[in-house]
């Protein structure tokens, strides 16, 4: 697991990677295929074609309850008794397969929007959700008159006879959705334009719009992204703008001038666009993107950018955000953070600017992943900071110049020289179960490779389906013979689920804004592609199929287990219209054939807070009389998904009518997803037992994290966690036991709960990883009022105190079981298809009838008679072997006592290695198996003596050993050896030339006549002899072997002090020698002696293994 960007308390924001993590265990959910029954509604409105709900109000509610936590409201109210048709599994569609048919025309543009509304609008007829600048109120698209007034007049019209959006007093924040379409063209603009809640600007796609800034302009901004009617910018949602081309350099180039000003929070898009601006000197100009500081937001992602020119391209100052895809060009600084607690920067590219990040107002966390530098002075200039402050994180940040300083701090001006390969971190920095931290350096941090894509984490810029012409895409409100009303009373269920069945695959399903009422489950089949309006596409639940908390009822499901397809979603609300204990949100089955086929996009989960739902009416008390909804999302392990902005909101304030409801929905995020699983920018807020929780997940990546947790929670406070869900708790919830029965800091909601453990210990709640978790890495969690950041297995490792930064405290780096086995004496080695090898050291007693036994580097023991305490080490092995690397295991060493007696005792030998070691079948049951059920994938030789002929018999060892591999024929096992360079090979050329190995790591150091290091600085008579291997190995049955150039990995690497100082080749030099000898005969990779050593270089950012990798893949170092 890797999480980037973790926020908490109020804040939290992280990215995540999860290559392991423990069994799957289901939670109870619906059958793994929606069946639906058909049955009839005494509430029917018989001048429709269709069953009616007729929300608000209730059919029924139950009678009062009397419970401790009661205020006397309704206790969870059942909604309705009508059932609607449904289909029981997927069939064939009869329309044409959905190709792209590239038109000109964005369907977006063409088609009927006349039917979108604003369902709890006393007079929603006359409200109009969808306006044309052009068609609609007149703008010019020639660029040759004023457009401002119709774009303004655009935004603010409510409709015929409506007072302008520009009051909260009729629309509150929710009832107001206004799509402001603006087809291609130039728009010359010449005053501000103000962006209200519910406004998204969204220019054609195809012919991005371009808003020019007129050079008589008044004022200081552009556009305005701050609906100020609503006071704190943290109270600002449901604001978009998309796909124009902003352009400021027709205005004077001096003046301090910004293009967006963006003071908004969560639910909220600013994306796919273009600001070009004039090239600036250093002191002063356009700015593209700017965040006030008296307007301090609360964004969760702004995506898809680019700058080019200007003074700054944005000038940040907020809360959290992850950047994802930003692209700036000839600024004069690309971001200026004045203020930032949590900000994580992913895939951004730098180019000829003078500073990339002036990050001396991060107050808790950087973090550049994925990202380049090129042709531009510093990437990033700040402070050292101390404890939590000023924490700075780098991933994968290529620069183009290896001599340029990257990183530039106040009191070292070369921190960070060129790039870095893996991970620089500076802050706090933790390893597993240690609760003493460091201050960072270059860590290691493993990538899974299903999450990436050209050695990056994958990413998927949000569909417009701009591909598919109008007749390919279909108004859901237009199809004819299925009504769907989405009036916000009418029970669309059947006719929805009719839709989708009938079209997946062959038309884009178009919701127009309006809450699309629903009784059942809503099921998205593989082959969909779902489109929405702004913030008004609402499917909203109600009924009693949603009442049973122990069996709950999805109420969008997209796929069932197994589905294999595409399901897109973008633009979607997903809510509750009443109290429903029993209904999880929406689930995710379904996985794709690549990355992304199955991925939600600006489509976010709201409970209560809003016009449309009795959870707005009937929660103003206790949140026993208020379980909302048993969960808002569900990944499951069959289910592979990309989500890209997303909040789940369980409402802390009401957004139309004012005031503080108590809702407790029970779950925020489960992700038991072992398929690729890719999070970036979400947040979730106010759920009772956990914001996210990563239940037996593998391959999971999440880039930013936003939670807080709810009100009715903490001190002094009479609701303790798991109330009141304690009766309908599943397998994977936390079940507080660690805490005190009565201690209310203790039992307040999860964070991050990464489990499948009962441990107890006393703490205080933030993020737990258990112990059957690993490789799990958290960089940049932010916490406020948290008094433990990190647990392990409810063991305190971090806390807020010890952390002091930003808003409360920072952990820059928490590597849990993040490091492959650390086996003392270990061998990397790289193969020239970037194939990695561990080899295990050493089994240094064996033969003379002598089962072997050694250990690895005390890790663990293997005693003589082939038992040991080996489980962690199964553990790791196991890790690997997900991670696609093999496991050698050497026998001998230079230590030790070793040799063979006879051919019969090298036949015993290689029983003992095969049973013990290789892979469970095919061996003797009665073996002992020191790592259990794990295995190695094969044997390495390093005989280093020769004493009394103690390496005879090497080659009938092998053959031996070769033998038994017919026993296990799915698996490729290995017979390797590391030898010695001088020829003839000391004290293995029996094994070499009259067996079959399949590597040979020869040791090119600690012999001077034939080191590597005479490539460089000749000193005595002979020569690095790597032909000369080839030549030795010609004829034998080892002529096949690769040949891997065995290196020290550190300058004390050979021998362990300064005398083998001389073997180890400079990062430098490396390029020269490996660019030369890898395309000669046999040539197999690289063999690095010890890489636990190797961590200690740093060169421009990569320790020596990565210099190596770097080198074999590019050709070019670090």
């Known amino acids: 697991m890797t999480f980037r960007g973790l926020s908490m308390g109020s804040l939290l924001a992280i990215v995540a990677v999860l290559p392991l993590l423990a069994p799957a265990i289901s939670i109870p959910r619906s059958s793994s295929h929606v069946e639906f029954e058909s049955s009839a509604n005494s509430s029917k409105d018989t001048t429709r074609p269709f069953n009616a709900v007729f929300y608000p109000p209730l059919d029924w509610a139950p009678p009062l309850t009397t419970n401790s936590g009661s ?79 119709a774009i303004r007049n655009a935004i603010n019209h409510g409709g015929n006879g409506l007072p302008e959006r520009t009051t909260k007093d009729t629309y509150g924040e929710t009832m107001k959705p206004a799509v402001v379409y603006v087809p291609g063209g130039t728009y010359l603009i010449s005053s501000t334009l103000d962006l209200y809640a519910g406004t998204v600007i969204v220019g054609d796609p195809l012919n991005p719009p371009v808003f020019k800034v007129a050079s008589t302009f008044s004022g200081t901004k552009l556009i305005s992204g701050r609906d100020s009617t609503w006071g704190s910018a943290t109270q600002v949602f449901y604001i978009g703008l998309k796909n124009v081309v902003i352009d400021s350099t027709g205005f004077d180039k001096d003046s301090n001038f910004i293009l967006v000003y963006w003071a908004v929070s969560q639910a909220t898009q600013l994306q796919n666009i273009v600001f070009n601006m004039p090239k600036n000197s250093a002191s002063s100009g356009h700015r593209g993107v700017q965040m006030g500081k008296t307007d301090y937001n609360s964004n969760i992602i702004i995506n898809d950018l680019t700058f080019n020119g200007g003074y700054e391209g944005m000038h940040l100052n907020g809360q959290q955000w992850v950047f994802k895809g930003l692209t700036f060009t000839s600024c004069t600084t690309a971001v200026n953070i004045v203020s930032c607690t949590d900000c994580v920067f992913l895939g951004t590219s730098v180019s000829t600017v003078g500073t990339g990040f002036s990050a001396y107002g991060v107050s808790g966390s950087l973090i550049i992943m994925d990202s380049t530098v090129k042709k531009s002075g510093p990437l990033v200039l700040g402070t050292s900071g101390y404890k939590g402050y000023q924490s700075i994180i780098l991933e994968n940040v290529m620069s183009d110049d290896e001599n340029k300083v990257t990183v530039k701090l106040d009191d070292n001006a070369s921190a960070v020289v060129g790039s870095v390969a893996d991970t620089w971190v500076l802050g706090q920095t933790y390893k597993s179960n240690d609760p003493t931290p460091g201050r960072g350096g270059n860590v290691r941090t493993q990538r899974a490779e299903v999450l990436l894509q050209n050695a990056r984490f994958f990413t998927k810029t949000q569909p417009t389906f701009q591909e598919y012409s109008v007749d390919q895409v279909l108004n859901v409100k237009s199809v004819s013979g299925l009504a769907v009303y989405g009036d916000g009373q009418t029970d669309d269920t059947a006719n929805i689920n009719a839709i989708l069945k009938k079209y997946a695959g062959c038309k884009v399903i178009h919701f127009p804004a309006g809450t699309y009422i629903v009784t059942d489950t809503i099921l998205v089949p593989p082959g969909s592609r779902i489109h929405g309006d702004a913030y008004g596409s609402v499917i909203s639940a109600t009924g009693g199929r949603f009442y049973n908390p122990n069996s709950p009822t999805n109420a969008v499901q997209i796929g069932n287990a197994g589905d294999v ?110 398929k690729g699983t890719w999070l970036v920018g979400t947040g979730f807020e106010h759920n009772t037992l956990y914001q996210y929780n990563f239940y037996q997940a593998e391959d999971v990546f999440t880039a930013m994290q936003q939670t807080e947790t709810p009100y009715f929670q903490g001190y002094n406070e009479d609701v303790l966690a798991p109330a009141p869900w304690a009766d309908n708790l599943v397998a994977s919830d936390p079940t507080f036991s660690n805490c ?83 086996n003392g004496k270990t061998v990397v080695a790289r193969a020239l298809d970037h194939e990695r090898i561990i080899v295990l050291a050493f089994l240094n007693n064996f033969g003379n009838g002598q089962t072997p036994d050694g250990n690895f580097g005390n890790e663990c023991y293997i005693d003589n008679s082939g038992n040991g305490d080996c489980g962690q080490l199964a553990n790791d092995i196991n890790t690997c072997h997900d991670a696609g690397v093999k496991i050698i295991l050497s026998i001998g060493g230079a230590e030790g006592t070793y ?179 890898k395309t000669h005969n046999n040539f197999g990779g690289v063999m690095l002696w010890d890489a636990g050593y190797s961590d200690s270089v740093n060169f421009n950012g990569c320790n020596y293994v990565q210099e190596v990798g770097r080198v074999m893949a590019t050709g070019a170092g670090c």
């Not at 406020?784 to 807020?800: G, K």
């Not at 013990?916 to 198996?929: H, L, M």
Request: aromatic share 12%; glycine share 8%.
């Open 71 to 149: 205020s006397g409201i309704n206790s969870t109210v059942i909604h309705s008794n009508l059932t609607a048709p449904h289909f029981v599994s997927f069939a064939s569609t009869s329309c044409s397969a959905l190709v792209p048919s590239y038109p000109d025309e964005f369907w977006y543009e063409a088609i009927d929007h006349s039917n979108a509304q604003s369902s709890f609008l006393n007079n929603k007829d006359a409200y109009i959700v969808w306006r044309n600048v052009i068609s609609d109120f007149g703008a010019d698209n020639t660029g040759n008159t004023d457009s401002t007034d």
């Open 565 to 674: 397809g595409v399901a897109h979603v973008v633009d979607m609300m997903f809510s509750v219209a009443d109290v429903l204990q029993g209904c999880k949100i929406l689930e995710v089955n379904m996985a794709g054939s690549q990355p992304g086929d199955v991925g939600l996009w600006n489509t976010h989960i709201r409970v209560g807070g809003a016009a449309g739902s009795k959870v707005q009416d009937n929660c103003n008390g206790s949140p026993y009389s208020c379980k909302a909804a048993w969960g808002m999302v569900h990944l499951t392990s069959t289910s592979s998904a990309y989500i890209e902005n997303m909040w789940g909101w369980t409402a802390d304030h009401n957004l139309d009518t004012g005031g503080s409801p108590t809702i407790s929905v029970a779950r925020g995020m489960l992700i038991e997803a072992t």
């Open 740 to 822: 005190g029965s009565d201690d209310t800091s203790c039992r307040m909601a999860w964070m991050e709960h990464i489990s499948n453990s009962s441990n107890l210990s006393y703490t205080q709640n933030a993020i737990n990883v258990d112990k059957e978790s690993s490789a799990v890495y958290l960089y940049g969690t932010n916490v406020h009022w948290v008094t433990n950041m990190f647990l392990s297995d409810y063991t305190v490792i971090a806390t807020e105190k010890t952390n002091e930064g930003g808003w409360g405290g920072v952990v820059a780096a928490y590597q849990f079981d993040a490091s492959a086995p650390n």
């Open 899 to 1077: 040799g063979l007696s006879g051919n019969g005792d090298a036949t015993g030998v290689a029983y003992s290695l095969w049973n013990e070691w290789a892979r469970p079948n095919g061996v003797d049951p009665s073996a002992p198996r020191p790592i259990g059920d794990s295995y190695v994938d094969g044997w390495d030789l390093d005989i280093e003596k020769n004493p009394n002929g103690s390496s005879q018999y090497l080659d009938e060892l092998v053959t031996a050993l070769r033998s038994h591999f017919a026993s296990d024929p799915d698996h490729h096992y290995y017979v390797t050896g590391a030898s010695e360079c001088p020829i003839p090979e000391p004290c293995m050329g029996d094994a070499i030339t009259k067996s079959q190995l399949d590597y040979i790591f020869i040791q090119f150091y600690n012999n001077d006549y034939c080191s590597a290091y005479q490539e460089f600085r000749k000193d005595t008579d002979g020569g690095f002899n790597y032909d000369d291997w080839v030549d030795y190995i010609r004829g034998t049955p080892s002529q096949d072997a690769k040949l891997f150039i065995g290196l020290p990995a550190f300058k004390l690497g050979s021998t362990d002090d300064d005398s083998g100082s001389k073997y180890y080749i400079r990062s430098s030099e490396l390029p020269t020698l490996l660019n030369e000898y």
